[in-house]
């Protein structure tokens, strides 16, 4: 798919179309993972992780694309990765590809979705319920008619206490999380 | 509702913007009031953002798998797997339904009786998720599970308690444990006996009829696929059984053999490797299988008939025979181009038809083509004989192993090893598993060639540890198919050469009617040209002598074999002698008598014509046809004008013909004078032009033109012709190391040495 078909289908919220695509970029980020010491499932992550970093810019309003997805979606990696091995006191890094998007670029969203994670893993501690009814009604925007037949509640005002209830244990949570930091 | 929980809703509205004008302003003064609420909002802030991103994470994490889902797919072919292992074209493709919504991280409730009819129930069994699939038992489903699994249930492959295929509506429950994570949580232990596995993941299947368990009827399994990054060879299938403390042991380990799904073969490609990419890159039209089959199947002339010829045939012939061999291809090519496959290539041939026919002294540079052609002897052929590819590639082979992606897979570097003994290893055990093949290409076996000697390609060991099996249910005629095979491409590989031999003998003896009419041709030019100089010199040599007032009424008769005459006498032959050199090159003649003080003058003057747009034509032809001579006289081009200088003795007339195309132009005029003249071409017919040309005048002119016009006319096709044979030439050099990948890398380290001289 060209580039400026998939930034269109992010501005238009496709999340699911442009992930999928976007993994046929993964497979230099994998060898780039585990040519510096990590895992399959550390590079899974952190791609997950790069592809909302940049799903999130190329959605707002003022982002223009100045390389190649797959360039830019590299870099990231590439900054992400060795943000990482810094944090783990591992310098040395090989890098595979040359071409590079300058860090500039990206460096501020990665930061803002660095804080955003700490509240993400108290969303994914919650509980598979929770965590779902929170994710289907915030983020895929469904109805709380619909939740709740899916769910299983017995009412639409069932499902709408619920969902306050999960947000309330979050937000404990997250508040005792925060000041323990 | 509890006060907090209206404070959230509130703090929602408010972030979300659902707020009254009046109400955000007065929530916004409390904020500010207020720095536990501002609090409050800032956490709540956090946590929306946050389930945004976790949403986008779960996003993110499912994509991936319906990428891999959708590559396999692509790899393995859904349809191709509904055709064979189900036989019915109907597929239901099922999402997974989670019925149950148990707790997370609490036991699952399950049914009293496990599969196997007891009540032993394992950890993995309580914490893993059930997925549920209502399925009819009587049709073809395939299913995937959350995390990928695809599991293709053909129809009637569960049995009842009596042993008789269920009907109707059955519940199939899948658990699965694909990751470290689930198989951690679910106490999984990947431990077989007291040995560690490493484990490419676990999962549980069953199926039940009104809660009763079902089996599978082992002669119509399930098939699953399990999705993976990396296929890692000596993976096997263990068999689970429950333990009283629990856990699971890992029991009976099978090999993990992988069905062949058979495709339509025809829509495979058997080429070698980069072909059709090469082609593609060369501006040939790659999908035109008419075009690049008989091109690859052409190169099968390089192996004549292994019988006969092989030992008759010099390395000339056998390269002659090759060469030739793409000749079939350029027919193709033309054929392509007719049906308007490939207008650039043939606006390039064009080009270079157009380049030639300028050139017309040098048509044939160094001998013609087909000579060249046939005069490159110097290699003997190495590889896979393309007539035993198209021996395979048929219908006869669908439904065999060699109909399969797998297979497909391996034929690059089944024409990289160049040994056609490793091919027919695949071809003659097509009762094997693939994976057998693939080891036993990978060890040195034979002794001879002819006893199908292989060296042995460690390559293919990574094949064989895929572990790929065979065609279920596949064409049981192997030992009639091995036969056909030999059979086939011997008569394929005897046929192709026959062609190309046809094709380069007919060639051949166009060269040799070319070189005759040529050489014809040049005969009658110097003829027509001497001949037109004696008559004009008579003419002018006349004139000379009635100014001088010599009586000689004739001038002794001119040698026509020479134009530099040696005229050593003095006396009327000095007159004779400024005539001569004054006709020759067409010069005004200003002759003095040294006696008489008389004087000898005639005239030539420059005639220029213009032709509207001269260059827009392919070719032009400006002939002037002097009443006085039995010929014409054609007008050689200058600077984009004809020139020719006139004899103000005669008088001439005018014909210009030109082509562009298929199109033809004509102009004449009469009794042209010196000067500039500029005409332009009216379009016309062949058939017309013949008309006018055959109205000019004398018979002997008139006959003289249609000559001339008809060598044209040859000669533009013989330039096509040409165009083309150093089209296949070309072609054929530079597929040639495509088709033999051993020749390039072969004949690379000869030029690597020779650099190494310079």
Request: aromatic share 8%; charged share 25%.
């Amino acid at each position: 798919m060209e580039d400026q078909k998939i930034i269109e289908l992010i501005k238009s919220q496709k999340h699911a179309k442009v992930f999928t695509t976007l993994y046929n970029y993964f497979p230099v980020v994998k060898k780039m993972v585990l040519a510096n010491g990590g895992r399959s499932e550390d590079a899974e992550d952190l791609y997950q992780d790069a592809l909302i970093v940049f799903y999130k810019k190329a959605g707002s309003a003022d982002f223009t694309l100045t390389s190649t997805i797959n360039t830019y979606l590299y870099s990231i990696c590439r900054f992400m990765w060795k943000d990482q091995l810094k944090k783990q006191n591992k310098q040395s890094f090989t890098d595979i590809e040359k071409e590079a998007v300058d860090e500039i670029e990206f460096i501020a969203a990665i930061e803002t979705e660095d804080q955003l994670k700490l509240a993400e893993k108290v969303i994914s501690e919650l509980g598979g319920r929770c965590k779902e009814l929170l994710i289907l009604f915030y983020f895929h925007s469904i109805k709380l008619k619909d939740i709740a037949a899916k769910m299983g509640y017995n009412s639409e005002n069932t499902a709408k206490n619920q969902k306050y209830k999960c947000l309330e244990s979050a937000k404990i949570k997250l508040k005792a999380l925060q000041t323990s930091h | 509702m509890r006060r907090e929980l209206e404070l959230m809703k509130t703090i929602e509205n408010y972030l979300k913007g659902n707020l009254s004008a009046a109400d955000k302003i007065t929530f916004e003064n409390k904020i500010k009031a207020n720095p536990e609420l501002q609090k409050e909002v800032e956490l709540q802030k956090q946590l929306l953002e946050g389930i945004e991103r976790a949403g986008l994470k779960q996003s993110a994490k499912q994509s991936l798998k319906k990428h891999r889902f959708n590559k396999n797919l692509r790899n393995w072919g859904l349809t191709g797997l509904a055709v064979a292992i189900l036989t019915v074209s109907a597929i239901v493709l099922y999402n997974s339904v989670i019925k149950k919504n148990a707790k997370e991280n609490a036991p699952q409730e399950l049914p009293e009786l496990n599969e196997q009819g007891d009540k032993l129930w394992s950890d993995a069994d309580k914490f893993l998720e059930l997925q549920n699939f209502e399925l009819d038992a009587e049709k073809d489903t395939v299913i995937e599970t959350k995390d990928g699994i695809v599991i293709a249930i053909p129809a009637n492959s569960f049995l009842d308690a009596s042993g008789k295929p269920a009907k109707g509506k059955i519940d199939l429950e899948v658990k699965e444990a694909l990751h470290a994570a689930d198989i951690m949580k679910a106490g999984l232990s990947t431990r077989s006996g007291d040995k560690l596995l490493e484990t490419g993941g676990m999962f549980y299947i069953n199926a039940r009829q009104d809660g009763a368990s079902l089996t599978i009827d082992t002669k119509n399994p399930l098939y699953a696929e399990i999705p993976t990054n990396e296929v890692k060879p000596g993976m096997q299938l263990f068999e689970g059984k429950r333990l009283p403390d629990g856990t699971i042991d890992w029991v009976n380990p099978k090999p993990i053999q992988k069905d062949l799904i058979p495709v339509d073969i025809l829509s495979l490609d058997f080429y070698p490797p980069a072909y059709l990419d090469s082609l593609k890159s060369w501006g040939y039209n790659n999908k035109d299988k008419r075009f690049t089959d008989s091109l690859y199947y052409s190169f099968a002339a390089y192996f004549p008939d292994e019988h006969s010829a092989r030992a008759k045939a010099t390395a000339d012939s056998i390269a002659a025979v090759a060469e030739a061999s793409a000749a079939m291809v350029a027919a193709e090519m033309q054929v392509a181009s007719d049906r308007g496959a490939s207008k650039k290539e043939m606006a390039a041939l064009e080009k270079k038809y157009a380049a030639l026919n300028y050139k017309e002294k040098s048509l044939y540079p160094e001998g013609s083509l087909s000579e060249q052609l046939g005069n490159d002897s110097s290699f003997g052929v190495h590889g896979i004989n393309p007539a035993r590819v198209k021996a395979i590639w048929s219908d006869k082979f669908q439904n065999t192993l060699l109909a399969t992606r797998e297979f497909e897979e391996r034929l690059p570097y089944i024409h990289r090893t160049c040994n056609e003994s490793v091919l027919d290893m695949y071809v003659n055990n097509l009762d094997k598993n693939l994976c057998t093949i693939d080891s036993m290409v990978a060890q040195p076996r034979g002794n001879s060639e002819s006893d199908g000697y292989i060296s042995g390609y460690p390559e293919f060991l990574k094949f064989a540890a895929r572990g790929d099996g065979k065609v279920k249910n596949g064409n049981t005629n192997v030992r009639l198919l091995k036969a056909y095979y030999e059979q086939k491409a011997k008569i394929y590989s005897e046929a192709i050469s026959k062609t190309v031999n046809e094709f380069r003998n007919k060639q051949l003896k166009k060269d040799v009617d070319a070189a005759q009419k040529k050489m014809e041709n040049a005969n009658n030019e110097s003829l027509r040209k001497s001949d037109n100089l004696m008559t004009e010199f008579n003419l002018n040599v006349t004139e000379a002598y009635r100014q001088l007032g010599y009586k000689k009424s004739t001038p002794a008769p001119m040698s026509v074999a020479a134009y530099g005459v040696a005229i050593q006498t003095t006396g009327w032959n000095n007159v004779d002698k400024y005539v001569m050199e004054s006709t020759l090159a067409r010069t005004t003649l200003d002759y003095t008598d040294p006696q008489s003080g008389k004087k000898a003058v005639i005239n030539y003057e420059p005639l220029t014509i213009s032709i509207t747009d001269v260059k827009s034509y392919d070719r032009v032809l400006v002939y002037l046809l002097p009443d006085e001579l039995n010929s014409f006289m054609r007008v050689e081009k200058k600077n984009e004008a004809f020139e020719e200088k006139l004899n103000e003795l005669m008088s001439y007339k005018m014909v210009c013909i030109a082509y562009k195309g298929e199109e033809s132009f004509y102009f004449s005029q009469d009794n042209v004078k010196p000067g500039t003249l500029t005409i332009s071409l009216i379009k016309t017919t062949n058939a017309d032009i013949t008309n006018n040309v055959n109205k000019l005048g004398k018979l002997s002119q008139v006959k003289a033109m249609n000559d001339d016009l008809n060598y044209m006319a040859f000669e533009k096709e013989e330039a096509k012709r040409q165009v083309m044979l150093a089209a296949i030439n070309e072609l054929t050099n530079k597929v040639r190391p495509v088709i033999f990948p051993c020749m390039a890398a072969a004949t690379a380290p000869v030029a690597d040495s020779l650099a190494h001289f310079q």
